[in-house]
């Protein structure tokens, strides 16, 4: 278990040991896993992780998990300059967090390689998960290499591409006639009774932590500096919540001496509980019934949502939310620009920078970090009518010179 | 009146392990006074000090959540399932 001590509560502070619990046997709040900082510092430096593994697992002192490893290659995804899409939107910093080079191409790699690897250390050999899709392919692949059987529970409506996603890996993938909530919850029931690794049920705790190296990376990328606001994509609002405890841990053993990062979130309107209880001024989180394209951030009752409008307004971040035609709009203004194709999610973070940026809660001179999480293969059906051929021609040279003249 | 209320892992100290057990109750707080006769130290496990449902507890009538029915006040027609449910993240 690497540098674990166990696990806490992260509202009563009870402690326990470093089991597959996920929530507070008294409160019910969630648990969150407790490292011995003082020994990490002890044994990581940035050249100990520069000779680390080019994965998310260079910063395995920071991570749960033994050496043993569940393990597809997740992380050290590129990070890129953005100057053409920051011309766009008026920053001078902008960059991209190109998280769809994962190797089922969404951010839940890292999540599920940790997942995985805790699961089997503690000597399960079934893993599980209620998924919008994302997690489903992740955890479908990484079960597949690692010999686990594997439990997928998705909506029945899920995208086509995040289905064949999953079932190709062959896992015994379950469509559940429902929302996403409804998924959860069957599987909230179905984990009190079946011996199973659910990784974000009883594996909550420790799966949660593998957000943290989206964070680390980008402070590792930009020569060990934090940046000055980031921007994440909220669905049960855990990411947004890792960001900044990934960077809080990088000044706790010293690999960087402060930072003063701002964390913004994105929601796509149709599902905007934890946007509307920032907008609000509450930190009380009113559950909806989703309605977006945005599926992989439908969650209309997210678990993480009080934590991470708390995240955004300490840190002097915003949280904002997009109409689905904004979101469209932001996968093609992404392409464009920087040629990067990304998921729904992704169109959600870029149309909620443009309106931040509009609105002036991001800076022209702040470095920004936006963070793509998935590729947009896996939801072509959202822009699949907004990117067709330019002309379709017979194959003669006169008549595509009279076409493109036409065009001109 | 009475209710199925399914009770959650973390609960089930409580319960000596029962996963199911029938109340007489007519609202959700009607079912957590009950269960709070039947196992002491139910209440303050569910609720918080205001009487209020715990903010990581689910309540479940039927299919849908209680805060998008009549919260603590939703009534429980007879041989109706209740469940309890913490919340869990996702993705």
Same mark, same amino acid.
């Given at each position: /278990?690497?540098?674990?001590?166990?696990?806490?509560?992260?509202?009563?502070?009870?402690?326990?040991?470093?089991?597959?619990?996920?929530?507070?046997?008294?409160?019910?709040?969630?648990?969150?896993?407790?490292?011995?900082?003082?020994?990490?510092?002890?044994?990581?430096?940035?050249?100990?992780?520069?000779?680390?593994?080019?994965?998310?697992?260079?910063?395995?002192?920071?991570?749960?998990?033994?050496?043993?490893?569940?393990?597809?290659?997740?992380? /050290?995804?590129?990070?890129?300059?953005?100057?053409?899409?920051?011309?766009?939107?008026?920053?001078?910093?902008?960059?991209?967090?190109?998280?769809?080079?994962?190797?089922?191409?969404?951010?839940?790699?890292?999540?599920?390689?940790?997942?995985?690897?805790?699961?089997?250390?503690?000597?399960?050999?079934?893993?599980?998960?209620?998924?919008?899709?994302?997690?489903?392919?992740?955890?479908?692949?990484?079960?597949?290499?690692?010999?686990?059987?594997?439990?997928?529970?998705?909506?029945?409506?899920?995208?086509?591409?995040?289905?064949?996603?999953?079932?190709?890996?062959?896992?015994?993938?379950?469509?559940?006639?429902?929302?996403?909530?409804?998924?959860?919850?069957?599987?909230?029931?179905?984990?009190?009774?079946?011996?199973?690794?659910?990784?974000?049920?009883?594996?909550?705790?420790?799966?949660?932590?593998?957000?943290?190296?989206?964070?680390?990376?980008?402070?590792?990328?930009?020569?060990?500096?934090?940046?000055?606001?980031?921007?994440?994509?909220?669905?049960?609002?855990?990411?947004?919540?890792?960001?900044?405890?990934?960077?809080?841990?990088?000044?706790?053993?010293?690999?960087?001496?402060?930072?003063?990062?701002?964390?913004?979130?994105?929601?796509?309107?149709?599902?905007?509980?934890?946007?509307?209880?920032?907008?609000?001024?509450?930190?009380?989180?009113?559950?909806?019934?989703?309605?977006?394209?945005?599926?992989?951030?439908?969650?209309?009752?997210?678990?993480?949502?009080?934590?991470?409008?708390?995240?955004?307004?300490?840190?002097?971040?915003?949280?904002?939310?997009?109409?689905?035609?904004?979101?469209?709009?932001?996968?093609?203004?992404?392409?464009?620009?920087?040629?990067?194709?990304?998921?729904?999610?992704?169109?959600?973070?870029?149309?909620?920078?443009?309106?931040?940026?509009?609105?002036?809660?991001?800076?022209?001179?702040?470095?920004?970090?936006?963070?793509?999480?998935?590729?947009?293969?896996?939801?072509?059906?959202?822009?699949?009518?907004?990117?067709?051929?330019?002309?379709?021609?017979?194959?003669?040279?006169?008549?595509?010179?009279?076409?493109?003249?036409?065009?001109? | 009146?009475?209710?199925?209320?399914?009770?959650?892992?973390?609960?089930?100290?409580?319960?000596?392990?029962?996963?199911?057990?029938?109340?007489?109750?007519?609202?959700?707080?009607? /079912?957590?006074?009950?269960?709070?006769?039947?196992?002491?130290?139910?209440?303050?496990?569910?609720?918080?000090?205001?009487?209020?449902?715990?903010?990581?507890?689910?309540?479940?009538?039927?299919?849908?959540?209680?805060?998008?029915?009549?919260?603590?006040?939703?009534?429980?027609?007879?041989?109706?399932?209740?469940?309890?449910?913490?919340?869990?993240?996702?993705?």
């Amino acid at each position: /278990m690497g540098a674990v001590l166990g696990l806490r509560c992260r509202e009563c502070s009870r402690e326990y040991p470093a089991e597959p619990l996920h929530v507070c046997e008294f409160c019910f709040a969630p648990l969150e896993v407790v490292y011995d900082y003082d020994a990490i510092a002890s044994q990581i430096s940035h050249a100990s992780i520069a000779a680390g593994p080019r994965s998310m697992w260079r910063f395995a002192p920071l991570l749960p998990g033994g050496e043993n490893r569940v393990d597809l290659g997740a992380g /050290m995804t590129p990070l890129v300059r953005a100057p053409r899409l920051g011309a766009e939107l008026g920053l001078r910093d902008l960059w991209l967090k190109n998280d769809t080079a994962n190797p089922t191409h969404s951010f839940k790699d890292r999540v599920v390689s940790v997942a995985l690897t805790v699961a089997r250390e503690f000597g399960y050999t079934t893993v599980a998960c209620a998924s919008t899709g994302n997690l489903a392919n992740a955890v479908a692949a990484h079960a597949a290499a690692a010999g686990l059987e594997a439990y997928v529970f998705i909506p029945a409506d899920l995208e086509a591409g995040k289905v064949v996603a999953t079932a190709i890996y062959g896992p015994r993938l379950i469509a559940v006639k429902g929302t996403y909530d409804d998924v959860n919850r069957l599987c909230s029931e179905i984990a009190g009774e079946f011996e199973w690794a659910f990784v974000n049920v009883n594996i909550r705790p420790y799966y949660a932590e593998g957000s943290k190296s989206l964070a680390f990376e980008v402070v590792e990328q930009l020569g060990w500096q934090a940046p000055d606001h980031v921007v994440v994509p909220i669905a049960s609002g855990s990411l947004l919540t890792k960001i900044r405890r990934g960077l809080d841990e990088l000044v706790r053993v010293g690999l960087i001496d402060g930072h003063s990062t701002r964390i913004s979130g994105a929601q796509a309107t149709g599902c905007s509980p934890v946007a509307a209880a920032f907008k609000s001024g509450t930190d009380h989180i009113r559950p909806v019934k989703p309605q977006t394209i945005a599926k992989s951030l439908a969650i209309g009752n997210p678990a993480d949502g009080y934590y991470a409008v708390k995240a955004a307004r300490e840190t002097g971040g915003a949280i904002d939310d997009v109409s689905d035609e904004e979101v469209v709009e932001g996968i093609r203004l992404l392409a464009r620009t920087e040629g990067i194709f990304a998921e729904t999610a992704g169109g959600v973070v870029i149309a909620t920078l443009k309106r931040l940026c509009d609105a002036g809660v991001v800076h022209p001179e702040e470095r920004t970090v936006a963070l793509i999480t998935g590729d947009g293969l896996k939801t072509i059906e959202a822009v699949a009518s907004a990117a067709v051929p330019t002309m379709t021609i017979k194959p003669r040279l006169e008549e595509f010179a009279a076409r493109v003249k036409e065009k001109e | 009146m009475s209710a199925s209320v399914r009770i959650p892992t973390p609960l089930r100290t409580l319960t000596k392990g029962v996963s199911e057990v029938n109340v007489d109750a007519s609202t959700v707080r009607d /079912m957590i006074d009950a269960l709070e006769k039947e196992f002491p130290g139910a209440r303050e496990r569910l609720c918080e000090e205001s009487g209020e449902i715990r903010r990581f507890v689910n309540v479940f009538v039927g299919d849908e959540d209680i805060r998008f029915l009549q919260g603590l006040d939703t009534p429980l027609p007879d041989g109706t399932q209740v469940s309890i449910i913490p919340a869990v993240a996702g993705g």
